[in-house]
């Protein structure tokens, strides 16, 4: 039956009389316009993603940015030889990268776009584990990190490397430089610091770590890289605060990730990794494709992938430059502080991360001070009632007693909607002072069982549920 949009409601036509198909594939077609209603419908139980400050990833694009992917929604970039532009817009993204972390020699060290910084991390994962190999390297490697986002746990486990995960102690909540040494050995074949922990926020110390691991060759002649995760920071310290040194002007420092639908700006699915000199990425890990047309060489986990996001990455690059960046990030930085007053006027609140550029990234992070008679698990729940979705975790390793929210505050987060959050989170406070819950059980008590901004999950997940995005 036509669907005549003159005389005929969507809403009464034939398919939408039952309910969604959920199991099977579907036998009948029916009309895109009905369709589409089915799918626009469903997803308004999804929350609004820019009240998610659980997620690190961008929410707010710009029209331009908008038509940019939607005309480059059939563009296959590792096609090379049939989209040779897109092509060139990655390797001046990659260029202009590699010179915005101080690569010694940015047009001609090697780079890659990649998914984002997860599948980036592994590259660069991959290289140091082959340029290990390579120095003679025998037996089962291992890196070295502190509390780090999901990816480094399945990098080791899906590529057969030991990951040697320095627990927090005392009053800790990064890896330090101190923290390093004892855990190297000549299996290591990196230290990975984290330019911007997903838990807190926090940056690591990585010219600490290069010092730290400086005296240990000197000493034992172990000379160890670094690989940095910049997820987070990578697109952020170089605008707001360029003189904190944690990139290629340290030597050590071999590779980089970061992720360009992050603080890049982009949209979801942009990554880089960067590699300080060609060298330093094995020739090996690079494949030659020539059955799309021409031979390109290639090196990533995944193969067939949009290239619109790297050509926003190229337009945002182009559009904003170092001057629209600075005044960008340092902007979110600004509500990021602000938020942070706030929450500290308030009473219940310590912050950890207050938003400061040199400390660590556009977040905002907090714990509760002394005894109260809510958790923060029950102040999530509240908030969640409003639409707000923050995460509140435990810490990792040796600290998981201690619960933490972190707001991840984000391009197109203002001033005026941190008021409606600092007012909701009044409003959730007088709520449970009033109405306290009335069973608030601790992970123990609940099974094993927590949850965080979003589901009940279990507790060796909650980090990796609740911290990560």
């Keep these: 039956m036509a669907f005549n949009p003159e005389s005929d409601d969507i809403f009464a036509m034939p398919a939408l009389d039952r309910t969604a198909p959920k199991g099977g594939f579907p036998a009948p077609e029916i009309l895109p316009d009905i369709a589409y209603e089915i799918v626009h419908d469903e997803l308004m139980l999804d929350g609004v993603s820019r009240m998610n400050l659980a997620t690190f990833c961008t929410t707010w694009v710009d029209d331009k940015a908008r038509r940019l992917m939607a005309?480059?929604?059939?563009?296959?970039?590792?096609?090379?030889?049939?989209?040779?532009?897109?092509?060139?817009?990655?390797?001046?993204?990659?260029?202009?990268?590699?010179?915005?972390?101080?690569?010694?020699?940015?047009?001609?060290?090697?780079?890659?776009?990649?998914?984002?910084?997860?599948?980036?991390?592994?590259?660069?994962?991959?290289?140091?584990?082959?340029?290990?190999?390579?120095?003679?390297?025998?037996?089962?490697?291992?890196?070295?990190?502190?509390?780090v986002q999901v990816c480094w746990e399945k990098f080791a486990r899906y590529f057969d490397v030991e990951i040697r995960q320095i627990p927090l102690r005392g009053d800790r909540l990064t890896m330090r430089p101190d923290d390093v040494v004892a855990h190297c050995d000549e299996h290591t074949i990196m230290v990975v610091p984290t330019f911007g922990q997903t838990f807190t926020g926090l940056f690591e110390d990585v010219a600490g770590m290069s010092k730290a691991l400086d005296q240990l060759q000197s000493v034992s002649g172990l000379d160890i890289p670094i690989h940095v995760d910049a997820a987070s920071g990578g697109f952020l310290a170089p605008f707001t605060a360029p003189d904190l040194i944690w990139d290629f002007r340290l030597p050590r420092v071999k590779s980089i990730n970061a992720s360009g639908h992050k603080t890049g700006l982009a949209p979801l699915g942009s990554g880089w990794a960067i590699w300080r000199e060609a060298a330093d990425l094995p020739g090996e890990l690079i494949f030659n494709v020539d059955y799309l047309g021409g031979s390109r060489p290639t090196f990533n986990l995944n193969f067939s992938r949009p290239g619109g996001q790297v050509i926003t990455q190229y337009y945002d690059f182009i559009r904003l430059g170092r001057t629209g960046y600075t005044r960008l990030q340092s902007a979110i930085y600004h509500v990021a502080q602000y938020l942070a007053e706030g929450l500290t006027r308030l009473g219940p609140f310590e912050m950890i991360h207050g938003g400061n550029p040199h400390h660590g990234i556009t977040a905002v992070s907090w714990r509760l001070r002394g005894d109260q008679d809510f958790n923060l698990y029950d102040l999530s729940d509240r908030l969640r009632t409003r639409g707000w979705l923050i995460a509140a975790y435990p810490l990792p390793a040796d600290r998981q007693n201690e619960t933490i929210m972190r707001a991840v505050i984000r391009h197109g987060f203002t001033h005026d909607m941190a008021d409606l959050l600092l007012a909701d989170i009044v409003r959730g406070l007088e709520q449970l002072a009033k109405h306290p819950v009335s069973t608030s059980l601790t992970r123990a008590e609940a099974g094993g069982f927590t949850h965080n901004a979003t589901a009940a999950v279990p507790t060796e997940k909650a980090t990796a549920v609740g911290a990560k995005s």
């Design 71 to 147: 005309e480059s929604l059939d563009k296959n970039i590792v096609d090379k030889d049939e989209y040779p532009q897109t092509a060139e817009l990655e390797r001046r993204c990659v260029r202009m990268v590699a010179d915005l972390w101080h690569a010694p020699d940015p047009a001609r060290t090697h780079g890659t776009s990649t998914t984002g910084s997860s599948e980036a991390a592994m590259l660069g994962g991959l290289a140091a584990k082959f340029r290990w190999r390579k120095r003679g390297g025998t037996g089962t490697p291992n890196f070295v990190c502190g509390p």
